[in-house]
C-alpha cells in the first residue's frame, strides 16, 4: 500500500462494501470519477485483501503499459536495447516538472494511461475505431487523463486533416464507441459543471484545492528552478532530436517509421498547448478556477516520455540506421546498450530483494507502519464496535484501512467537490486547533497539520469530539489530554470520550 492506494483502494474496498466503515465522512461521499475503478477493484479487495489487489492490481497494470510501450516501439522502429534505455531514464523521472506519474500504485490514472498508450500507437496506425473505444475507457478510468488524451488526439487529426480524417462512416462509429467506452465518466462531469457550492466563507474551494492542497501539481509559481530548467532541457532535447530525425528524412518515400515518429512528435507538442494555456493563464487565475482542471498533468508526463523516446530514436539513426556502419559496429552499439542497462538493473538487485522480504512483514515501515501501530489498531478492531468514530492525526493516511473505523479527516484524502472540499477545510481547521490561514501549503502543511494536532487542549479536543460525535481521540503519549484513557502503549495513546 504506497502511493495513493490509501484512498482509491480504501475507496473501492468501502463502495464494494458499504457496511466496512458506515460512518466515515469522506467514504460516504459520491466517488465520481473513481467509479469504474471501484467496480473492477473493490470486489478484489473485499475478497483478497489489499496486498493481494495491489500486488495483482500492479501486475496487471503494469502489463498493460509495458505491452503499450513494446507496440509504441515496434511503431517507431526502436531497437528493444534502446526502446529499454528510453523507457529505463523514464522511469528514473516520470515526469518534466507537474509531478505526474503513470507508473506507481494500483489507480484509476494508471489504468487510464495504460489506455491512453495504446490508443496512441492505434492514433498512430490509423485505427481510429479502436482508438476511439480505448480513450472511451481511458476517459470511465479517469476523466482528465482520458479526456486531456481524447483533446490531443482531436487535435492531432485536426493538424493534418486532409490525410488524417477519416470517412464520415468511421467518424460516427468512432463516436459511439467513445461514449460506450466513457459511459462511466459521464456522471462525474456532469456532477462537477452543477457543482457550485454556497459558502459564507471568504475562500473558494478551487483556491483551497490548487493552492493549499496540490501546489506541487496545479500552481506554477511553487515549482523550484532546476526542475524549471530540466522542462527546459526535455523541451529542447525533444526538439533537437526531431530536428535530426526530420533533417535525416527519406527524401523520396517517407518511411513508416518516419511518419510515426513525426506523428508522436506533434501529439507531444499538441498535448503541451493545455500546458502553456495553463502558464498564460496562471498569473491571473488567482482563485484557480482553471487551474484546478490540471491543465499541466497529460502533457507533463507525455513530453518526459516521448522526450526520451525519440531521443533514442534520433540516436538510433544517427549511430545504427547509417549506411556506412558495419554489422559489427552495429552490434556493438547495441551490446553497449545492454551493458548499460545491465547495470542498471543489477544496481537494483538488493533493493528489489530488500523491498521482497519487508512483503512477509506487511504492513510494515514500508507503509510507514510501526509495530505500536499495528498493536494499537488490533486492539481498536477488537475492542471497539463498527460505528464508533476516532479523531485521528490528519497525517495519518494509513489509519481508515489499518483500523477499520471511522475517521473525522484525513489530509490526504481531499474531495473533488466544492461543497465536500469546503468541509474538508474546515474538519482540517478544527482538528488543527483552527490555524487560520494556512501557513505552509502542499505536502510541508500536512506536516504543520501533524504539529498542530499535537498541541489541542483537553478543551479543544472535547470541542471537536462533541462537534463530530466522535468516541475516541488517538494522538502520541506526549499530549496529555484530562480524558479517561482506553488504551495505552509506549507510543500511542487512545482517549475516551467524557460519560456524563
Known amino acids: 500500500m504506497a502511493f495513493n492506494e490509501p484512498n482509491y483502494l480504501v475507496v473501492a474496498k468501502q463502495y464494494a462494501n458499504p457496511a466496512w466503515i458506515p460512518k466515515d465522512w469522506y467514504l460516504s461521499l459520491p466517488i465520481g470519477h473513481q467509479t469504474f475503478f471501484a467496480i473492477i477493484f473493490g470486489r478484489l479487495v473485499e475478497t483478497w485483501g489489499f496486498l493481494a489487489t495491489s500486488l495483482i492490481g500492479r501486475f496487471l497494470c503494469y502489463s ?94 485536426i493538424l493534418r486533416w486532409r490525410t488524417r480524417l477519416p470517412n464520415t462512416g468511421a467518424i460516427i462509429v468512432s463516436i459511439l464507441l467513445y461514449l460506450t467506452g466513457s459511459l462511466f465518466a459521464i456522471e462525474p462531469i456532469l456532477r462537477k459543471i452543477s457543482s457550485h457550492a454556497v459558502s459564507t466563507s471568504a475562500i473558494a474551494p478551487s483556491y483551497i484545492y490548487v493552492f493549499l492542497r496540490n501546489p506541487h501539481h496545479l500552481n506554477p509559481f511553487s515549482w523550484h528552478v532546476w526542475p524549471r530548467l530540466y522542462l527546459c532541457l526535455l523541451i529542447m532535447t525533444l526538439l533537437g532530436s526531431f530536428f535530426i530525425l526530420w533533417r535525416k528524412r527519406p527524401v523520396e518515400d517517407l518511411s513508416g517509421f518516419y511518419k510515426s515518429r513525426s506523428g508522436l512528435f506533434e501529439f507531444t507538442l499538441i498535448s503541451l498547448v493545455p500546458f502553456a494555456l495553463g502558464l498564460a493563464i496562471a498569473p491571473f487565475d488567482r482563485q484557480g478556477h482553471f487551474l484546478q482542471f490540471y491543465p499541466f498533468r497529460f502533457g507533463d508526463v507525455m513530453l518526459a516520455l516521448n522526450t526520451y523516446l525519440l531521443t533514442a530514436c534520433a540516436v538510433q539513426h544517427l549511430l545504427i540506421e547509417r549506411p556506412y556502419l558495419t554489422d559489427r559496429a552495429r552490434k556493438k552499439l547495441l551490446m553497449i546498450s545492454v551493458l548499460i542497462l545491465s547495470i542498471i538493473y543489477l544496481s537494483q538487485a538488493y533493493s528489489f530483494a530488500r523491498d521482497l522480504s519487508a512483503l512477509m512483514r506487511f504492513p510494515g515501515q514500508q507503509q510507514r507502519v510501526d509495530p505500536d501501530q499495528k498493536e494499537l489498531f488490533d486492539w481498536v478492531k477488537r475492542n471497539t464496535s463498527k460505528d464508533v468514530t476516532i479523531v485521528s492525526p490528519p497525517a495519518w493516511v494509513h489509519f481508515s484501512w489499518m483500523s477499520e473505523r471511522a475517521t473525522i479527516v484525513q489530509f490526504k484524502l481531499n474531495p473533488t467537490d466544492d461543497a465536500a472540499i469546503l468541509e474538508w477545510y474546515q474538519r482540517l481547521q478544527d482538528v488543527t486547533g483552527n490555524n487560520s490561514p494556512w501557513r505552509d501549503a502542499g505536502f510541508p502543511a500536512a506536516a504543520r497539520f501533524a504539529h498542530d494536532y499535537l498541541r489541542l487542549t483537553t478543551v479543544q479536543v472535547e470541542r471537536v469530539m462533541a462537534k463530530y460525535g466522535a468516541d475516541y481521540f488517538l494522538t502520541t503519549v506526549e499530549q496529555d489530554l484530562e480524558l479517561p484513557i482506553a488504551y495505552r502503549n509506549k507510543s500511542y495513546v487512545l482517549y475516551r470520550q467524557r460519560r456524563s
Open 64 to 157: 498493460l503499459i509495458a505491452s503499450a510501450i513494446v507496440r509504441l516501439g515496434r511503431r517507431l522502429g526502436l531497437a528493444l536495447p534502446l526502446l529499454l534505455m528510453a523507457v529505463t531514464l523514464f522511469l528514473i523521472r516520470q515526469f518534466a516538472i507537474a509531478g505526474e506519474w503513470m507508473i506507481g500504485g494500483v489507480e484509476g490514472k494508471v489504468c487510464a494511461y495504460g489506455l491512453v498508450l495504446w490508443s496512441i500507437e492505434r492514433m498512430l496506425s490509423k485505427s481510429y475505431r479502436s482508438m476511439a473505444f480505448l480513450l472511451g475507457l481511458a476517459t470511465s478510468f479517469h476523466v482528465l487523463v482520458g479526456g486531456y488524451a481524447t483533446l490531443t488526439v482531436l487535435g492531432w487529426i
